[in-house]
């Protein structure tokens, strides 16, 4: 997987409805890339609400020569890279190589939906997971199906499927477990456009 393929994975991996969503003018969670005048490249990636906020790094520079440089500071939530024309991938690479495995809070938690056997596509059960990398965590908990907000569906078509059948809320499973890994996807419910989550794929 390319530099480009990963930062598009940690910033799928943060959304979950709420997080990507900007809060007013000032405030914005995601990532910006730009170039500078000198000339360079600049990197801003927003870590509020991740499980990397509470890092804090002082500017640190690594200066070869006018056009071969780098730097990243990370402060109020933000970490920032800089660097020479050529330097845009050093960026990058760092930031996911180097500065997520560093920083990674281990009590931080990601809400993913598992596909329930015998509707995969189409009900999920809520689990809570802690980041590994930029694309994959490991799962920490599963909900009790019964429990509230423990099921995600895609429609109310599923919902109606479960009512008509034999099958209980309690009766639901999924064959993932404690302690597995998994890359999830953004999945976005047909019966409404705000209604999207994190899910994991099913088991091949």
Not at 4 to 28: A, F, K, M, P
Not at 108 to 125: C, D, K, R
Not at 185 to 190: E, N, R, T
Request: net charge negative; charged share 25%; glycine share 4%.
């Amino acid at each position: 997987m390319d530099l480009l393929q990963r930062i598009q994975r940690w910033y799928t991996i943060n959304c979950n409805g709420d997080w990507e969503h900007s809060y007013g003018l000032s405030v914005w969670h995601g990532i910006s890339v730009q170039t500078l005048d000198n000339p360079g490249w600049m990197v801003s990636i927003d870590l509020k609400d991740t499980c990397l906020d509470a890092s804090a790094v002082p500017y640190v520079l690594h200066e070869r020569s006018t056009v071969n440089w780098f730097g990243y500071k990370v402060e109020k939530e933000k970490f920032e890279g800089v660097g020479g024309p050529e330097n845009l991938t050093e960026i990058l690479a760092y930031f996911l190589d180097t500065f997520i495995p560093e920083n990674i809070d281990p009590s931080s938690t990601l809400e993913v939906y598992l596909p329930v056997l015998g509707y995969e596509e189409q009900i999920w059960l809520h689990a809570e997971t802690r980041m590994i990398s930029e694309s994959k965590v490991e799962i920490v908990s599963i909900s009790n199906p019964e429990s509230t907000n423990a099921v995600m569906w895609r429609s109310d078509k599923e919902l109606d499927l479960l009512a008509q059948s034999e099958i209980s809320l309690a009766d639901l499973q999924t064959e993932f477990a404690v302690g597995d890994r998994i890359e999830p996807y953004i999945f976005q419910a047909d019966d409404n456009m705000l209604r999207t989550f994190l899910v994991s794929p099913a088991k091949k």
